[in-house]
């Protein structure tokens, strides 16, 4: 099985798993980046906050395999977003994710976030006609930046587009401190602890090993909410998997990279234990859609050689992030007919900066603190104009019947993802077993490693 660099260099942390049923004011669900953080708010703000994560330790999912990079340069978005967004909206969008980077740099030590620049680059004629409309929504938008040719990456481009002070993590890391911070300002936190069941009647989940918590509020953390059936989430997201590999290098980069060219191409660099990493990022598809992988990471390893002159890879691995029709995330409110039920998914690969955003904005929602004007309609999950919806409804819902289809005729032999029942796919790159439906993945045991499904795989009657 492939491993990140972060997982494999940073001890995570493990904590007790829920043995008794207890009560509170707010459970969350998800021991990723955006479940800590709002833990951490939550318990500082006052509340009583319970906080269950599935696997074993915490940053095991999406955070512990993402690139870490801290930043509001979100590749060529603000061009796309002002297509279809007031300016007001959009300006927004980009203040709140800063707020996010300048505030992780106050709370997080040097060795956990490094303040860096963002820098998105072209090396064709269509990718630099992206970066000069990106950079003219910066001047629109006032967004600080710089148009340049000069970067120090070791091959040539056409153009480049500079955001500075923005900043990069080592996301097991801040997890591991988010942790800390949020026991002890009175959160409790649980981790091997799997919930298997929603009653949003009783205010009640249920876990794996048959414990119960009672909540007053629930905020579901878990990338692609187990429960968004109930605001038809399940049918506007999707997922798409990306791939990563790290090497060690002599001495750090500067910036951070991304290519607006297909294939795209993220680079920067980490320094862990005195020991300096390169990342190569890139290359992705619908989660689960295709059972050879090798060689995306093949493609990526090639990079490193051509380009960077290093060896294989010391670590590789694959990340997943869901997406919305409009680009934005949904935090908030998951139904009007369920207010007491929140969810913060749709990061689109930017997780990091937009994990601080939605703890911030989640603690507001329920303390009745002030906010941002105008970010709760923002990030809102029920926002999205029916035409959009109605489209990413039809391209993801179909594909999933499509997949309910197909798969048993074309997978006969393989084992039915315990989400929706549709047949999985075994990915040979990572060992895993992938369901093409809704991103759900299970290790070579068949145990879940992501949602939304929540119970292993009945491999024997594959």
């Known amino acids: 099985m492939t491993q990140s660099l972060w997982l494999a260099t940073t001890e995570s942390i493990s904590l007790p798993t829920l043995t008794t049923s207890i009560k509170c004011d707010v459970c969350i669900i998800g021991g990723g980046l955006s479940g800590l953080y709002t833990a951490y708010t939550l318990a500082t703000a006052g509340v009583d906050v319970v906080l269950l994560e599935a696997n074993s330790h915490v940053s095991h999912g999406t955070t512990g395999h993402s690139t870490g990079k801290l930043t509001a340069q979100h590749g060529v978005i603000y061009s796309k977003l002002m297509e279809k967004q007031p300016l007001s909206d959009v300006q927004l969008y980009y203040q709140l994710n800063q707020h996010a980077i300048d505030k992780a740099l106050h709370l997080f030590p040097p060795t956990a976030v490094r303040k860096v620049d963002s820098v998105l680059y072209s090396q064709t004629e269509l990718g630099n006609s992206d970066l000069l409309d990106e950079w003219s929504s910066y001047k629109a938008l006032k967004i600080d930046g710089k148009l340049t040719t ?253 997949e309910l289809v197909t798969g048993y005729l074309k997978h006969k032999n393989a084992p039915k993802c315990t989400h929706l029942g549709c047949k999985t796919k075994w990915n040979n790159a990572d060992e895993t077993w992938d369901c093409p439906c809704h991103g759900s993945r299970f290790n070579a045991k068949g145990e879940v490693i992501e949602g939304p499904a929540v119970y292993p795989l009945k491999l024997e009657d594959s």
């Not at 205010?203 to 429960?227: A, F, S, W």
């Not at 059972?291 to 694959?318: G, R």
């Not at 105008?374 to 990413?392: D, I, N």
């Open 150 to 402: 000069e970067i120090e990456l070791p091959f040539s481009i056409k153009k480049a587009l500079l955001m500075p002070h923005q900043a990069q993590i080592n996301p097991v890391e801040v997890a591991n401190i988010l942790t800390k911070k949020a026991q002890a300002a009175g959160a409790k936190l649980y981790t091997n602890t799997r919930v298997q069941k929603l009653s949003l009647k009783k205010n009640e989940v249920q876990t794996q090993n048959d414990m119960t918590v009672q909540y007053k509020q629930l905020i579901l953390c878990t990338h692609y909410p187990i429960e968004a059936i109930k605001g038809l989430q399940l049918l506007k997201l999707s997922n798409s998997r990306s791939y990563i590999v790290a090497s060690k290098i002599s001495d750090t980069l500067r910036a951070q990279y991304l290519s607006v060219d297909f294939p795209t191409r993220s680079v920067r660099t980490s320094t862990i234990k005195d020991e300096h990493y390169l990342l190569v990022a890139g290359a992705n598809h619908i989660a689960g859609q295709l059972t050879d992988t090798i060689p995306f990471y093949d493609a990526l390893q090639k990079d490193l050689k051509e380009h960077f002159d290093q060896h294989p890879p010391l670590y590789e691995w694959s990340a997943q992030d869901v997406e919305t029709p409009d680009m934005l995330p949904y935090v908030g409110n998951i139904s009007k007919s369920i207010p007491n039920v929140f969810m913060a998914t749709g990061y689109r690969k930017w997780g990091i900066s937009n994990s601080f955003v939605a703890g911030d904005l989640l603690c507001s929602l329920i303390t009745g603190e002030k906010i941002e004007a105008g970010a709760e309609a923002l990030y809102s999950p029920s926002r999205t104009k029916f035409g959009a919806a109605f489209m990413q409804m039809l391209k993801v819902g179909g594909f999933v019947s499509k």
